[in-house]
């Protein structure tokens, strides 16, 4: 689990496996702002987490009275560190996430909302645009002898069916 606390050493931050260089460069870009405001902030490293490494780190977070969390995950990780974060009772009023990924929309938020938490995510696509739909249908009449890997949306557009 690798931590830096805000502006310790942020010359000589090493990437550990698991940080992407976008998100190693998000990362220090936080970290240098954090240091220029006074901020205390964390960064956590959950390459290799399961379930029960998220909760030992969830309460080690509580017992440290964190509160307010940034979470940058790829959408399956994401939705299983919130239901995690539920299972802990860290979902309730007077904790505050922001999801860094682009695809809010594509999390099931369901058990997390009854809590009472302040939650903060972006959707970079609106799968309910004409224009997108459109793509997507276009998309998956595509050829794919012509197009390899057409055959399935693009990572970034699924397509969602909730």
Same mark, same amino acid.
């Given at each position: 689990?690798? /931590?830096? #606390?805000?502006?310790?050493? &942020? ?6 496996? !698991?940080?992407?260089?976008? @998100? =190693? ?48 995950? /790829?959408? #399956?990780?994401?939705?299983? &560190? ?6 802990? !009772?860290?979902?309730?009023? @007077? =904790? ?67």
């Amino acid at each position: 689990m690798g /931590e830096r #606390e805000a502006g310790e050493g &942020m010359d000589q931050v090493e990437t550990e496996p !698991g940080f992407q260089s976008t @998100g =190693y460069a998000i990362l220090q870009a936080i970290m240098e702002k954090a240091g220029q405001n006074n901020w205390q902030v964390s960064a956590i490293c959950v390459e290799n987490f399961n379930d029960a490494n998220y909760r030992r780190l969830l309460e080690d977070l509580d017992r440290r009275q964190e509160k307010k969390f940034v979470i940058d995950l /790829e959408a #399956e990780r994401l939705q299983n &560190m919130l239901e995690q974060i539920v299972s802990v !009772g860290k979902h309730v009023k @007077g =904790y505050h996430y922001i999801m860094a990924n682009l695809g809010f929309k594509d999390i099931n938020l369901e058990r997390f909302m009854h809590g009472g938490a302040n939650v903060t995510g972006f959707q970079l696509v609106d799968f309910s645009n004409p224009m997108v739909i459109k793509l997507m249908q276009r998309w998956n009449k595509l050829d794919q002898r012509e197009y390899p890997g057409s055959d399935a949306p693009p990572k970034v557009c699924r397509l969602n069916t909730r």
